[in-house]
Nanobody, 121 residues
Framework: VQLQASGGGLVQPGGSLRLSCVVSGSSLDYYAIGWFRQAPGKEREWVLCDSSRGGTTYYADAVEGRFTISRDGAKNTAYLEMHVLQPEDTAMYYC???????????????WGQGTLVTVSS
C-alpha cells in the first residue's frame, strides 16, 4: 500500500487549501485515514482521522470547525479541506492509513511523503 500526498503551497492567512492523499495498492475504503502535521522544530502532531466506510471523523481541537476530510472512492483519494488558515498551521502535512482511527503515529502502518503548507502574508 502506498500513499501520496499533494496540494500544499503558500496561502495567505484566512485562506483555504485542499490537500489530496492518493492511495494505491488497496482500496481506500478499507482504511481509516489520518492526517498529521509537523512544524519545524516540533513533534509530529495529529490533525484528524476519518474512519473507513462512513464512520466517525475525529478532530484535534486546533482544527475542529476549520478542517474537514472527504473521500472519493472512484479516485481512491482522500481530501483534507483546510479553511481559515493561520500562520500556526504552517507545517509539513502527512496522510497515513490505519485500522482503526488513532491519534498516535505509531499506529499507522502506511504513510505518504508529506506536502508543505505555508501560511504567510
Amino acid at each position: 500500500v502506498q500513499l501520496q500526498a499533494s496540494g500544499g503551497g503558500l496561502v495567505q492567512p484566512g485562506g483555504s487549501l485542499r490537500l489530496s492523499c492518493v492511495v494505491s495498492g488497496s482500496s481506500l475504503d478499507y482504511y481509516a485515514i489520518g492526517w498529521f502535521r509537523q512544524a519545524p522544530g516540533k513533534e509530529r502532531e495529529w490533525v484528524l482521522c476519518d474512519s473507513s466506510r462512513g464512520g466517525t471523523t475525529y478532530y484535534a481541537d486546533a482544527v475542529e470547525g476549520r478542517f474537514t476530510i472527504s473521500r472519493d472512492g472512484a479516485k481512491n483519494t482522500a481530501y483534507l479541506e483546510m479553511h481559515v488558515l493561520q500562520p500556526e498551521d504552517t507545517a509539513m502535512y502527512y496522510c497515513a492509513a490505519a485500522i482503526p482511527c488513532s491519534k498516535w503515529p505509531s499506529d499507522y502502518k502506511y504513510w505518504g511523503q508529506g506536502t508543505l503548507v505555508t501560511v504567510s502574508s
